[in-house]
C-alpha cells in the first residue's frame, strides 16, 4: 500500500544513547517532515525538507538531526538521547499542492 | 507565520448531542485547513480540508467545518456525537508563504463522549 514507513514502532532508549528513526514514503512527494507529539502541545514540527538535498529547523530542533538519503528516505537522528525527547514521532510527506499530506503511524520513543 | 489555537483541551458532550470544536488561525494569505482525528494510540487520519472552494466543507464520519475569513476560525461540529466519536482532534493550517508546505498544528482537542 502506498504511504509513509516508519521504523521501529516502538523503542526505549538510555539516556545518552544514540538511534535514528527512518522514514520513507512511495508516493513521489517533495516534502517531508519530522514532528513530535507530546500532551496537550499538538504536534510541533522538528526539521523538514522541501526537496531532496535541502533539510531545515522546524520549531523544535534541539538534541536532533536529519538526513534526506533521497527522495524517499528521510531520517531523523538523536545523538544523545535525553528524558526530554520521551515522545511519539511522526514523519509526513506532501504534495506540492499542499493539498495532500500523509502521516506514518508513528514511533513511540522513551528514554530512561 | 502562521499559528493554530484550539479553545479547550478537553470537551465532554454527550451521546447524541452536538460536539462542536473551535480552532482559529492566524495566517498572512488565505490558508488551506485540515482537521484530523487521532484514535488512541494510532496516527492521525484526515476528517476534512477547506482550499478555497466552498466555505462549509463536508468530511468523513459526519463531521463538517465552516471557513469564516472574517473571524479567521474554521470549527469542526457533528450534530450528533456517537461513542465512536471519542477521539483527539486537531486543527491544522498551510498557507503558500511557509517554507516547505509546512503544516502547523493547534494543541488539540480530546472528545469524551457520555453514553
Known amino acids: 500500500n502506498a504511504g509513509v514507513t516508519q521504523t521501529p514502532k516502538f523503542q526505549v532508549l538510555k539516556t545518552g544513547q544514540s538511534m535514528t528513526l527512518q522514514c520513507a514514503q512511495d508516493m513521489n512527494h517533495n516534502s517531508m517532515y519530522w514532528y513530535r507529539q507530546d500532551p496537550g502541545m499538538g504536534l510541533r514540527l522538528i526539521y523538514y525538507?522541501?526537496?531532496?538535498?535541502?533539510?531545515d529547523k522546524g520549531e523544535v530542533p534541539n538534541g536532533y538531526n536529519v538526513s534526506r538519503l533521497n527522495k524517499r528516505e528521510f531520517s531523523l537522528r538523536l545523538e544523545s538521547a535525553a528524558p526530554s525527547q520521551t515522545s511519539v514521532y511522526f514523519c509526513?510527506?506532501?504534495?506540492?499542492?499542499?493539498?495532500?499530506?500523509?502521516f506514518g503511524s508513528g514511533t513511540r520513543l522513551t528514554v530512561v | 507565520a502562521q499559528s493554530v489555537t484550539q479553545l479547550g483541551s478537553h470537551v465532554s458532550v454527550s451521546e447524541g448531542a452536538l460536539v462542536l470544536l473551535r480552532c482559529n488561525y492566524s495566517?498572512?494569505?488565505?490558508?488551506?485547513l485540515f482537521w484530523y482525528v487521532q484514535y488512541p494510540n494510532q496516527g492521525l487520519q484526515l476528517l476534512l480540508k477547506y482550499t478555497s472552494a466552498a466555505t462549509l466543507v463536508k468530511g468523513i464520519n459526519g463531521f463538517e467545518a465552516e471557513f469564516k475569513k472574517s473571524e479567521t476560525s474554521f470549527h469542526l461540529t457533528k450534530p450528533s456525537a456517537h461513542m465512536s466519536d471519542a477521539a483527539e482532534y486537531f486543527c491544522a493550517v498551510s498557507d503558500i508563504k511557509a517554507a516547505g508546505n509546512k503544516l502547523t498544528f493547534g494543541g488539540g482537542t480530546r472528545v469524551l463522549v457520555k453514553p
Open positions: 495566517s498572512s494569505v488565505p490558508p488551506y
Open positions: 525538507s522541501a526537496s531532496e538535498g535541502t533539510t
Open positions: 509526513a510527506s506532501s504534495a506540492a499542492d499542499r493539498v495532500y499530506y500523509t
